[in-house]
């Protein structure tokens, strides 16, 4: 079993910044697939931007150039870094990991961040 926990989220305003984090319990971090997903207002949770056990990131469309996944496995941490945010990015944020090769997957709780002046 692994508990994924996001921390970070918040309001800000157009054009700033926030760096999500989520921390995950468990061993054998390094080999999990990674990724966060958002679920905005009267939407369905669609993924944002993914990373493999190897580093190889991926993102959707929408957020290229703005956002940054990464993952530290010594601190079993994955982060998703996410600049010129917009309103459009208002949305529950949730981590979700998959061990490779399985069909083990978890997800967080969410952190909800609101873009908005």
């Known amino acids: 079993q692994v508990q994924l926990v996001e921390a970070g989220g918040g309001l800000v305003q157009p054009g700033g910044s926030l760096r999500l984090s989520c921390a995950a319990s468990?061993?054998?971090?390094?080999?999990?697939?990674l990724a966060w997903y958002r679920q905005g207002p009267g939407k369905q949770r669609d993924v944002v931007a993914t990373?493999?056990?190897?580093?190889?990131?991926q993102y959707v469309d929408s957020v290229k150039g703005r956002f940054t996944i990464s993952r530290d496995n010594a601190k079993n941490t994955v982060y998703l870094q996410m600049n010129s945010l917009k309103p459009g990015d208002t949305a529950v944020y949730f981590c979700?990991?998959?061990?490779?090769?399985?069909?083990?997957?978890?997800w967080g709780q969410g952190t909800q961040v609101t873009v908005s002046s």
């Open positions: 990373i493999n056990t190897e580093g190889v990131t």
């Open positions: 979700y990991a998959q061990l490779r090769g399985t069909g083990f997957q978890f």
């Open positions: 468990g061993t054998f971090f390094s080999g999990y697939d």
